[in-house]
């Protein structure tokens, strides 16, 4: 397994798989709808018009079995240190530790980039990934109640972040 830069031609299809397991079977990404190659354009051009990283990792056979990346938290001017972040693993190659091992690449990456806080947006039912992010240092942050609703139930979205200590000299403006 290793780390590597995820791009629309290599990866936009199997990111699509992934995403659309977690929309269509959990409560992961509060969408209803699978998403479509069209989506993934302006996915993909979105991270790149923000310099934002996708990174991926890959099995011995090519496969993605996992993908992560940030975008910003807020498009206000003073939000400009803080990033939202997400990771997902392919179904078949979850409880093997590769969020673990992205997540923790993609926080050297928000350091390189000198942001200072990264947030993750957690299903509260999600214990997982709760887990994932304390073990990381992640802290808890507050939860929105009823911030969504799917699957005929009403879910609570957990916020839970991480203090960078990028930049070091943040500026106003």
Do not use: D, W
């Given at each position: 397994m290793q780390i590597i830069p995820?791009?629309?031609?290599r990866h936009a299809a199997a990111i699509l798989d992934i995403f659309n397991d977690a929309i269509l079977h959990s409560t992961a990404l509060y969408d209803y709808q699978?998403?479509?190659?069209?989506?993934?354009?302006s996915w993909f051009k979105n991270k790149e018009a923000?310099?934002?990283?996708?990174?991926?990792?890959?099995?011995?056979?090519?496969?993605?079995?996992?993908f992560a990346s940030y975008g910003s938290f807020?498009?206000?001017?003073?939000?400009?240190?803080?990033?939202?972040?997400?990771?997902?693993?392919a179904k078949a190659h979850r409880g093997k530790g590769i969020a673990n091992i992205l997540m923790s690449h993609l926080i050297e990456l928000a350091k390189e980039?000198?942001?200072h806080t990264l947030i993750g947006s957690i299903d509260a039912s999600n214990q997982a990934s709760i887990a994932l992010h304390e073990k990381l240092g992640f802290t808890y942050a507050g939860t929105i109640r009823h911030?969504?609703?799917?699957?005929g139930d009403w879910l609570d979205l957990a916020f839970y972040q991480l203090l960078l200590p990028t930049p070091l000299q943040p500026v106003d403006g």
């Open positions: 995820c791009s629309y031609e699978a998403r479509t190659m069209e989506n993934m354009v923000g310099n934002y990283p996708v990174i991926g990792i890959e099995n011995e056979q090519g496969e993605l079995m996992g807020r498009a206000y001017p003073a939000n400009k240190y803080t990033l939202e972040h997400s990771v997902y693993v980039q000198n942001y911030a969504g609703f799917k699957f």
